[in-house]
């Protein structure tokens, strides 16, 4: 098997599930639902990670903004991880319809708070594929 893992910012990536449902429910999540959605994003990254440290080889790390800010090279990493060949035409026509990212949701959204920040700060240190990612204010 090969798997690709794609990483985006778990401040993001929680901020964006919480505001989704926020919006298709018509309610504000309460603190427990908040922890729900907290516990079920890292416990995916738990799972992912049992994955990487059995088959390292067989799983394709990428960052979302590298894929957004150099597609040709991901897609052409990718291509080389899953055994493909590569042509420019390919890569030209995939690279043409990513968009580049806006604003990150995390600054969208309301639910942060320095508590909350900072454990899920300590959730993210605890994986090396979300190294380097932090809460961002404006």
């Not at 799983?59 to 990718?78: A, F, G, H």
């Not at 291509?79 to 319809?97: A, K, P, Q, R, V």
Request: aromatic share 12%; charged share 30%; with cysteine.
């Amino acid at each position: 098997y090969k798997m690709i893992h794609v990483v985006k910012n778990p401040f993001d990536c929680i901020s964006t599930s919480i505001m989704r449902q926020e919006k298709l429910q018509r309610k504000i999540f309460s603190k427990e639902e908040l922890n729900e959605k907290i516990d079920e994003f890292f416990s995916r990254a738990k799972t992912i990670n049992r994955i990487i440290k059995k088959d390292s080889d067989s799983v394709k790390t990428i960052r979302y903004e590298e894929l957004l800010s150099n597609p040709k090279t991901v897609l052409s990493e990718l291509c080389s991880f899953l055994g493909l060949s590569i042509f420019d035409e390919y890569l030209d026509t995939c690279s043409s319809i990513i968009w580049p990212t806006g604003r990150p949701s995390q600054l969208k959204s309301t639910i942060w708070n320095h508590s909350l920040i900072n454990d899920v700060q300590k959730q993210i240190d605890q994986y090396s594929f979300f190294e380097g990612y932090n809460f961002k204010s404006e």
